[in-house]
């Protein structure tokens, strides 16, 4: 359910308002990088994903039938923690697994299971045997595998592409330093041995679902950002 304002416990001095950006920002809950649906404070320049601003006291999940998540302002202890969905350390609010030691961010613990445009379906796995078209590796963090089985990207990998390419993307140059942007394209054309033609639909189809997975990591499934998603993915 979506409100037009919201008060919240991490930010009691001001009244939060809807909003919706094409540019990144940083919430201010979970500590990690969001588009799209968030609630701010502009006086405080105070940022919250939409699952971080309405959290649930406690979750389930598929991929773990025999844990119950609860929700934390805060990582439990002093020891770093990480999300075992994109195995990025916790700094903020978390989903807490307390018999089982497991952690997931707000927006990976609310990916969706199944991505669908009605030309593209991606489903979410807990682990592949195939692998990421992104660095070449299995197993590792949870991972969208398309319908057909061709195309597999890691949710690690999608969240390494937006942190390291933070300052160009929040900042902007002009564009310029989107050129640092690593290529999906160039590593799928290295290899995938085929005609011009088969090359060209294999990258245009593993582009379009990684657009899908960057819209669900950065906590808006349901919108493909138009302004800095297209430009990432013109780079891809």
């Avoid at 994109?86 to 613990?109: I, M, Q």
């Avoid at 919108?223 to 013109?234: D, E, P, Q």
Wanted: proline share 5%; glycine share 6%; aromatic share 12%.
């Amino acid at each position: 359910m979506k409100y037009n304002e919201i008060s919240h416990f991490s930010h009691p001095q001001h009244i939060l308002k809807f909003e919706y950006t094409e540019v990144p920002f940083k919430c201010d809950g979970c500590k990690e990088v969001g588009i799209g649906s968030r609630y701010r404070c502009s006086f405080c320049d105070f940022d919250l994903h939409m699952h971080c601003s309405m959290p649930s006291i406690s979750i389930s999940h598929p991929f773990y039938t025999k844990c119950s998540f609860q929700f934390l302002s805060r990582p439990p202890g002093d020891t770093p923690r990480y999300c075992n969905a994109c195995e990025k350390y916790v700094t903020g609010f978390v989903y807490h697994c307390e018999s089982c030691g497991f952690d997931l961010h707000p927006c990976c613990a609310k990916l969706p299971m199944v991505l669908d445009d009605g030309e593209v379906k991606l489903y979410l796995y807990r682990k592949v045997s195939s692998p990421c078209h992104r660095c070449g590796r299995k197993g590792r963090s949870w991972s969208y595998r398309s319908d057909c089985k061709k195309y597999n990207l890691h949710v690690a990998c999608v969240r390494e592409m937006l942190v390291e390419n933070w300052h160009e993307l929040y900042f902007g140059d002009g564009g310029k330093s989107l050129n640092r942007i690593p290529s999906l394209k160039n590593t799928l054309e290295t290899s995938h041995k085929r005609s011009k033609g088969k090359v060209k639909k294999c990258c245009e189809m593993a582009a379009l679902a990684l657009q899908f997975v960057i819209s669900a990591v950065l906590g808006d499934p349901t919108a493909l950002i138009a302004g800095v998603i297209a430009t990432f993915m013109s780079r891809a």
